[in-house]
């Protein structure tokens, strides 16, 4: 079973995949980030240091999907990601243009046809307020100057990607975290828990209560 978090930055993806990974016996495959050479650049400099921050990217998660995610399923283990292959063009369609972007495309096109698919994406939703105001109480040093007007790009881009419960390879469920805290209120990722268990008919959970308005979407 593979399950992968998406949303955008500073939603918990991280955050909530390790939390569920003992319930699930799950091995954890996590974005590495902090080592592109470039992203620090970007943040500064968005669209003279869009192609190479993106084609770094690209396939340093290529690398890190094709190996660690196919060693784990071959095992029949189950596995935890906190991002998809799939959500790299996302970004790329935003921060790339003209035979950038068509070079980009051609590139990821061939990798994806190697790539593992999840089972099931849980897509975390947040305003954007909320999310830059957890972008800051994290506070890493190269997201202080981030661009709130680049926050709300990207949220309006992962909806359109996401939120239609069905992306291009796998079935999404779709969660409301603006009055989730999963990191200090136990119910909270109990219900995540219970809401991807009913998703994916894997036992033990409770059906779904009717809806509420607070939680999921």
């Known amino acids: 079973m593979y399950i992968a978090i998406e949303g955008v930055i500073g939603v918990g993806k991280t955050t909530l995949a390790r939390l569920l990974q003992p319930a699930f016996q799950a091995t954890l495959c996590l974005e590495v980030f902090e080592e592109n050479p470039f992203l620090s650049?970007?943040?500064?400099?968005?669209?003279?240091?869009?192609?190479?921050?993106?084609?770094?990217?690209?396939?340093?998660?290529?690398h890190q999907q094709r190996n660690n995610v196919q060693a784990v399923l071959r095992q029949s283990e189950n596995l935890i990601?906190?991002?998809?292959?799939?959500?790299?063009?996302l970004f790329a369609r935003i921060n790339l243009k003209?035979?950038?972007?068509?070079?980009?495309?051609?590139?990821?096109?061939?990798?994806?046809?190697?790539?593992?698919?999840?089972?099931?994406?849980?897509?975390?939703?947040?305003?954007?307020?909320?999310?830059?105001?957890?972008?800051a109480q994290r506070d890493r040093p190269y997201e202080r100057n981030m661009d709130r007007a680049y926050i709300e790009q990207l949220n309006?881009?992962?909806?359109?990607?996401?939120?239609?419960?069905?992306?291009?390879?796998?079935?999404?469920?779709?969660?409301?975290?603006?009055?989730?805290?999963?990191?200090?209120?136990?119910?909270?990722?109990?219900?995540v828990e219970n809401r991807i268990r009913e998703a994916l008919k894997e036992a033990p959970y409770q059906p779904e209560l009717p809806f509420d308005g607070t939680k999921e979407s």
């Open 98 to 135: 003209g035979d950038e972007l068509d070079m980009y495309y051609r590139v990821h096109e061939a990798l994806a046809e190697k790539i593992p698919v999840p089972n099931l994406i849980v897509y975390l939703r947040a305003d954007t307020d909320m999310l830059m105001q957890r972008i």
């Open 41 to 62: 650049d970007f943040y500064s400099d968005r669209e003279r240091y869009a192609f190479q921050t993106q084609i770094f990217f690209l396939l340093s998660r290529y």
């Open 81 to 89: 990601g906190d991002y998809t292959f799939e959500k790299d063009a």
């Open 156 to 191: 309006q881009a992962y909806e359109s990607f996401f939120g239609d419960n069905w992306s291009r390879r796998s079935p999404v469920l779709a969660i409301d975290t603006n009055h989730l805290d999963f990191v200090r209120n136990p119910e909270d990722l109990k219900w």
